[in-house]
Nanobody, 123 residues
Framework: VQLQASGGGLAQAGASLRLSCAAT????????MAWFRQAPGKEREFLAA????????SYADSVKGRFTIFRDNAKKMVYLQVDSLKPEDTAVYYC?????????????????WGQGTQVTVSS
């Protein structure tokens, strides 16, 4: 499994970004996908996850209402829409895959990780 995250960049507070993650895998609809982020000097933080079929989604309380995860199984893509950006959203954002198709909240639930995409929010 290979995951390629993209869509990060420099944005102003209040703006929106859409992060994308492309997966190289045969049965993508069986794979649970998640987004995490890690800011300098901080631990990796769970953001959102979706089951393989998209029937169940979970969000961290800290981003609920501003972040939206969705997937396109035909394109083998998962997205994270980030609205109302804040300077504290500055971090490297990672997508991750769970071959069991779940939407867990722990880093340990995910075996495959993308390389990360940097998001920097200016005030």
């Amino acid at each position: 499994v290979q995951l390629q995250a993209s869509g990060g960049g420099l944005a102003q507070a209040g703006a929106s970004l859409r992060l994308s993650c492309a997966a190289t895998i045969g049965a993508f609809s069986n794979i649970g996908m998640a987004w995490f982020r890690q800011a300098p000097g901080k631990e990796r933080e769970f953001l959102a996850a979706v089951t393989g079929g998209g029937e169940s989604i979970s969000y961290a309380d800290s981003v609920k209402g501003r972040f939206t995860i969705f997937r396109d199984n035909a394109k083998k893509m998962v997205y994270l829409q980030v609205d109302s950006l804040k300077p504290e959203d500055t971090a490297v954002y990672y997508c991750a895959a769970d071959l069991w198709g779940r939407n867990g909240r722990r880093s340990a639930d995910y075996y495959y990780w993308g390389q990360g995409t940097q998001v920097t929010v200016s005030s």
